[in-house]
């Protein structure tokens, strides 16, 4: 069974930097889009940032472009979402996803068939 872990999540400041882990499980991911996805309190899941296993073909959302920054290990099995300038609007919980639909990536979140548990940010301004 396929099962992602989300790590990194923490307090941080406004301006500040944060790093998050993603850990796939199943090594048969390597043909699958990685996408980061985040939920404040009250809002929809807002799609972040994807990545392709395979080549590394990146997929980003403008509101998140030369902030975020997604990669990833495939030795390690490991996604990474580096993030810069964090806002006190960047608050919530971060979910990392995994969609084996071949070709384009996409930031439609029912595309994206396993998830993982969600990692808190809180940044404070």
């Known amino acids: 069974q396929v099962q992602l872990v989300e790590s990194g999540g923490r307090l941080v400041q406004a301006g500040g930097s944060l790093r998050l882990s993603c850990a796939v499980s199943?090594?048969?991911?390597?043909?699958?889009?990685m996408g980061w996805f985040r939920q404040a309190p009250g809002k929809e899941r807002e799609f972040l940032a994807a990545?392709?296993?395979?080549?590394?073909?990146?997929l980003y959302a403008d509101s998140v472009k030369g902030r975020f920054t997604v990669s990833r290990d495939t030795a390690k099995s490991t996604v990474w979402l580096q993030m810069h300038n964090l806002k006190p609007e960047d608050t919530a919980v971060y979910y990392c996803?995994?969609?084996?639909?071949?070709?384009?990536?996409?930031?439609?979140?029912?595309?994206?068939?396993?998830w993982g548990q969600g990692t808190q940010v809180t940044v404070s301004s």
């Open positions: 996803a995994a969609d084996s639909t071949l070709g384009i990536m996409t930031d439609e979140t029912s595309s994206y068939m396993y």
């Open positions: 199943e090594h048969t991911l390597r043909d699958y889009a």
């Open positions: 990545i392709r296993l395979r080549g590394g073909f990146t």
